[in-house]
């Protein structure tokens, strides 16, 4: 039994992570967190390293997953185009929009061109997916000032696209008795390496406490 009901859009961040983390296969625990999953080819672009992109398409083909290429003719009929691209570019002014808002409050933008977030935002409002696995923070604050909505079938109403952290995904895995508590802290380390020490340090404290409710 999935732990998240529903379409969920994997980012690169993830993806990566579990690429690099050795003591545990983390597409594993996707697998079991999620029900149905899609990643955009977009997202494997992101990886510059040949070898490395080979091995995500073929975890992708192994394990069922939905692999969207906009380029490909069945996966984006032409009748869904004009529809797409409206999404991208939406996503996409929206990322423009957070730049800008960022700069007037004095806080530093990203850098990253935002390519596959762009394009998995756009998916996510094509398939109406209601789930967005990143560890990207912009990811959320595009959703919500740009009211980035999908329907939901289940309540019969629109609702906001989620976005599940590395926090939230670690805490599934051990909800869902996925993983252990000491292999998702190790997890998590390694998708917060680039962190100084002060903030990992809360990061892990705000993880921790999350887990506790979920060790007894």
Known sequence: MTI???KVIVDTNILMNALDFRKCNVYDWIDEVYEEIFVH?????????????????????????????????????NNQKTLYWKYVNNASEGFENLKTKKEAQKRIPKTSSNLGEIHSLALAQLISANIINSNDYE??????????????????R?????????????????????AKPSDVIKFFRVCHANDDKEKLSDKLASLKQRLVEHIK
């Open 41 to 77: 080819i977009e997202v494997v672009n992101e990886f510059r390293i040949e070898t490395e992109q080979k091995a995500i398409i073929a975890e992708i083909k192994k394990r069922g997953w939905n692999l969207f290429d906009h380029n490909d003719q069945t996966c984006l009929p």
């Open 4 to 6: 998240r009901a529903g």
């Open 158 to 178: 629109d609702i906001f696209i989620e976005q599940d952290t590395v926090e939230d995904f670690c805490t599934y895995c051990v909800q869902g008795r996925i």
């Open 139 to 156: 990811i959320r604050e595009v959703i919500e000032d740009e009211k980035i909505l999908v329907y939901s079938t289940d309540i019969e």
